[in-house]
Nanobody, 124 residues
Framework: QVQLAESGGGLVQPGGSLRLSCAAS????????IGWFRQAPGKDRVGVSC????????YYARSVEGRFTISRDSAENTVYLQMNSLRPEDSAVYYC?????????????????WGKGTLVTVSS
């Protein structure tokens, strides 16, 4: 089973940027989609974005579209989430997860195998 490790979180002022990384180790054939999710205190985990390895298709939650960009480095087995124009409501623990099927078939409910998460705090 693939292991995931998120990094890149931190404290940033509103309007600032962060880039999160999700490094996957293990057999690359064990997944197609990698999705980013976030969970704020007292709230459910919700999908933010997804990218498919097989066709490169991407998906975004409406709340982040135009501000966040998901990308992948196949050689490094790493997926990135570039977050710009951050808002206080973006504060959450961000997790990445995988699915065997592409995002079109697996995102968001079919994503699992979570990493431990990285905390993003947007505050002045």
């Amino acid at each position: 089973q693939v292991q995931l490790a998120e990094s890149g979180g931190g404290l940033v002022q509103p309007g600032g940027s962060l880039r999160l990384s999700c490094a996957a180790s293990g057999f690359s054939s064990d997944y197609d989609a990698i999705g980013w999710f976030r969970q704020a205190p007292g709230k459910d985990r919700v999908g933010v974005s997804c990218i498919s390895k097989s066709d490169g298709s991407t998906y975004y939650a409406r709340s982040v579209e135009g501000r966040f960009t998901i990308s992948r480095d196949s050689a490094e087995n790493t997926v990135y989430l570039q977050m710009n124009s951050l808002r206080p409501e973006d504060s959450a623990v961000y997790y990445c997860g995988t699915a065997f099927l592409p995002c079109a078939y697996s995102y968001p409910l079919g994503i699992g195998n979570w990493g431990k998460g990285t905390l993003v705090t947007v505050s002045s």
